[in-house]
């Protein structure tokens, strides 16, 4: 599966921004999606997830923030982000991963645990 995401940007605190992520093929059935972000000096963390039934999960920090949604007709997976702070400031990566394993469909994993990964888009908060 390849991922390129779009849609990153420079916003000023409290602005929103839409991230894309446009995979390569149908990722619907059997497929962990997720938003992840790294901020220079700091451990990519995991910022939402969403499996093939819709279930989302969400980092504490984003939570009632960031919306994770996908268009399984576009395989596209997208994260809406409203109320942008500066500490949202990171290269925000989308990533894949299917079922199974250790995991099975528990979508909320570590970063190691997700096998395809994007580019990365950079996503610029000022105060």
């Known amino acids: 599966v390849q991922l390129v995401e779009s849609g990153g940007g420079s916003v000023q605190a409290g602005g929103s921004l839409r991230l894309s992520c446009a995979a390569s093929?149908?990722?619907?059935?059997?497929?962990?999606m997720g938003w992840f972000r790294q901020a220079p000096g700091k451990n990519r963390e995991a910022v939402a997830t969403?499996?093939?039934?819709?279930?989302?999960s969400y980092a504490y920090s984003v939570k009632g923030r960031f919306t994770i949604s996908q268009d399984s007709a576009k395989n596209t997976l997208y994260l809406q982000m409203n109320s942008l702070k500066p500490e949202d400031t990171a290269m925000y990566y989308c990533?894949?991963?299917?079922?199974?394993?250790?995991?099975?469909?528990?979508?909320?994993?570590?970063?190691?645990?997700?096998?395809?990964w994007g580019q990365g888009t950079q996503v610029t908060v000022s105060s």
């Open positions: 093929r149908y990722t619907d059935s059997g497929y962990c």
């Open positions: 969403i499996d093939a039934d819709g279930r989302t």
């Open positions: 990533a894949a991963d299917q079922y199974g394993g250790a995991w099975g469909a528990y979508c909320w994993r570590p970063p190691g645990a997700y096998n395809y």
